[in-house]
């Protein structure tokens, strides 16, 4: 019983938490004081007392728990929202909230709010009168009715918003669950071993997942479109995977609040609607983005979900899926039934049998390519699978594109092309500004530009830096870099940058800040310090290079793992622009032609690449935050000299411009 109970106290805290960042960012909406007063109408030791009776539990054992549910449910809301705001883009004041339904009240308040869940709808779709001025209360009466008491209908949606983008709208619909504990753990929440259980189960839940559980598919930019079968595939997951039901429960509210928008004329058959749904639960997350065309995944959730589903139906359409994906692996290796076959079989102690196939036209990167692909690929004839790759990307650098994806296993020189491309225009000037989590790879990087006899960088006018968070940490936080050059050979502070010669003669004394400091005998705190980070210092030490003519050909490398977000809601991709601070009138809100064209005279070839950074969320907004500084100072437009180059080079790319 009490686990129920928690979820509601899971829900209230979820939509507290939308309702905040709703606050903070000032978007407008039609639900005016509603919700506020029915929160304070909600009285937590009235929770606690109730639950207290309902589970014959502890009174301070319930409230802990009551409390961290709560807490728990409105930092999820929060964050949630904050990045679904992210992800819509644009100001937050720009958007208008034109129905947002949640319920504070009798049920979800565990009785402590009076007023009936039946009163707080009408209060609910009062909003639509924004819509429908003509909206009665027997109206209201009458899809209370309708669209309350069966399964599926948008009334009984936890989360549901209707948002308003310029022209265009959103469905937002977000169907939450949360994972509770058993009464007896509960009960014992003090004992260590309990709580070692509890975080036992966590993780285990979450090893449970395979890599495709992070999949995301954003239907409304990617135009993809899903078959038939999908329902079977639904039906498969709808009891076992808890997020995925409720993701289907939310797709069938969806359906169900888009037909009665449609259907009472509030919204116009030809409008832009994009279908956001939302399985959310404490532990995981499962969404999907929908068009307008694309309304039978809907269909499709609604039925499955209204329909209450049988476990033998369950159990065939999973068997239908497993099936699917045997014959799939089967037909994409030789003998591969044999090899399906062989992997179904394995028991504890069987062993697994190797399965071995020749794979005809397989290049090695020691052959040399035929004369028709290099006549296909217009690249000459006679070359090694590697030199035929470094052609091609020596035409790519050369061409008018700005950007270039770069594929290929690891070793087949793609760093290395350009790095000799590079090395041959050095009279041009440039700026090769390489990006990677990975330390070791941004030193080879530099390497790459030394003379293998001497140790020394191949030519006097080369700069080379690179930076981390450990070297920016070993100098008290402050902008540093390492640098690499044949005329400089001293630490030497320049602007607002430290550079510290990359030289292992020289011993320096690292100072870290303290981690902790002293108040009192028995106190101690950490240390409210602030440290420059890692894009922050090498953009500084980038733009102190160019403005003071120290070197007109830059290396410049850095390690991060991800973008970070900065206490004002930007990211840490914003120093990027300090690089050609001088180049830009904030005041005009444009480049000034005379001076970009003074820089490209002494830095004509500007290429930034990624490396291995785009796999996540961090690393495509890595991506499109370049987009938009090149657009934004034009650094692609050709009246400007330079020759700009976005480089990516990732196995597991995914790019929303």
Avoid at 483 to 506: A, L
Avoid at 580 to 605: C, L, T, W
Wanted: aromatic share 10%.
């Amino acid at each position: 019983m009490i686990a129920a109970k928690l979820g509601y106290l899971f829900e209230v805290g979820f939509n507290i938490g939308i309702l905040a960042c709703i606050q903070q960012n000032k978007i407008a909406h039609n639900f005016g004081e509603s919700y506020r007063l029915d929160l304070q109408n909600i009285n937590f030791s009235e929770i606690v007392k109730n639950l207290t009776i309902e589970s014959c539990l502890e009174d301070q054992k319930v409230e802990k728990w009551s409390l961290f549910y709560i807490q728990k449910g409105f930092l999820g809301g929060l964050n949630f929202f904050r990045e679904y705001l992210d992800s819509v883009g644009g100001k937050p004041q720009h958007l208008k909230i034109l129905y947002y339904q949640c319920s504070f009240t009798k049920t979800n308040s565990i009785g402590t709010n009076n007023k009936e869940d039946i009163e707080g709808l009408r209060e609910v779709l009062l909003q639509l009168k924004a819509l429908q001025p003509s909206l009665s209360t027997d109206d209201i009466d009458l899809y209370i009715n309708r669209y309350r008491w069966k399964d599926g209908e948008f009334l009984q949606a936890d989360t549901l918003l209707l948002i308003k983008k310029g022209k265009s709208l959103r469905i937002l619909c977000v169907d939450l669950s949360v994972f509770a504990p058993p009464v007896a753990e509960v009960e014992r929440l003090n004992e260590v071993e309990v709580m070692q259980k509890l975080l036992g189960r966590e993780i285990n839940y979450l090893r449970s997942k395979s890599v495709f559980s992070n999949l995301g598919i954003d239907t409304s930019t990617l135009g993809v479109d899903f078959s038939e079968g999908l329902t079977d595939y639904f039906k498969a997951f709808k009891y076992k995977d808890k997020e995925s039901s409720k993701l289907i429960q939310a797709g069938s509210y969806a359906h169900s609040f888009y037909g009665f928008l449609q259907e009472t004329g509030m919204i116009s058959s030809d409008a832009d609607v994009l279908f956001n749904i939302v399985g959310y639960s404490d532990r995981s997350v499962n969404a999907i983005s929908l068009r307008k065309d694309q309304l039978e995944v809907l269909s499709t959730c609604s039925q499955i979900y209204k329909n209450h589903t049988t476990k033998k139906e369950i159990s065939e359409a999973r068997s239908q899926v497993l099936d699917k994906i045997q014959t799939n692996a089967a037909e994409s290796f030789k003998e591969g039934r044999k090899f399906v076959d062989s992997l179904l079989g394995i028991g504890k102690n069987t062993p697994i049998e190797p399965h071995t196939e020749r794979i005809d036209g397989f290049a090695n990167s020691i052959d040399i390519i035929s004369d028709k692909l290099a006549d296909e690929l217009q690249i000459s004839r006679g070359l090694h699978l590697r030199d035929a790759h470094a052609e091609l990307i020596i035409k790519a650098l050369q061409s008018d594109e700005t950007y270039i994806f770069l594929t290929g296993n690891p070793g087949i020189g793609k760093t290395t092309a350009i790095a000799n491309f590079l090395k041959k225009h050095i009279d041009d000037g440039f700026l090769f500004f390489y990006v990677s989590p990975r330390k070791q790879v941004n030193l080879d990087i530099i390497e790459k530009f030394k003379d293998k006899n001497t140790n020394s960088l191949c030519n006097e006018r080369l700069f080379c830096i690179n930076t981390n968070s450990d070297i920016i940490a070993s100098n008290a936080g402050r902008p540093t870099v390492k640098y690499t050059s044949n005329n400089y050979h001293k630490d030497f502070p320049k602007k607002t940058v430290y550079f510290f010669k990359d030289s292992p003669e020289i011993q320096r004394r690292e100072y870290y800040q303290r981690q902790v400091e002293r108040k009192a005998e028995t106190l101690l705190q950490p240390t409210r310090s602030k440290t420059r980070g890692v894009l922050n210092s090498i953009c500084d030490a980038i733009y102190t290079l160019i403005n003071c003519e120290i070197s007109n050909n830059i290396v410049a490398t850095a390690s991060i793992q991800s973008l970070k977000v900065t206490e004002n809601g930007d990211n840490t991709l914003k120093h990027f622009e300090k690089i050609f601070q001088d180049v830009y009138s904030k005041r005009g809100g444009k480049v000034i032609p005379a001076k970009m064209q003074e820089i490209s005279g002494r830095i004509k070839h500007l290429f930034i690449m990624i490396d291995e950074i785009t796999g996540d969320n961090g690393g495509v907004e890595f991506l499109s935050g370049i987009n938009r500084i090149v657009n934004e100072y034009e650094l692609a437009d050709s009246q400007h000299g330079f020759n700009t180059k976005i480089i990516v080079a990732d196995a597991s790319i995914v790019v929303r411009m």
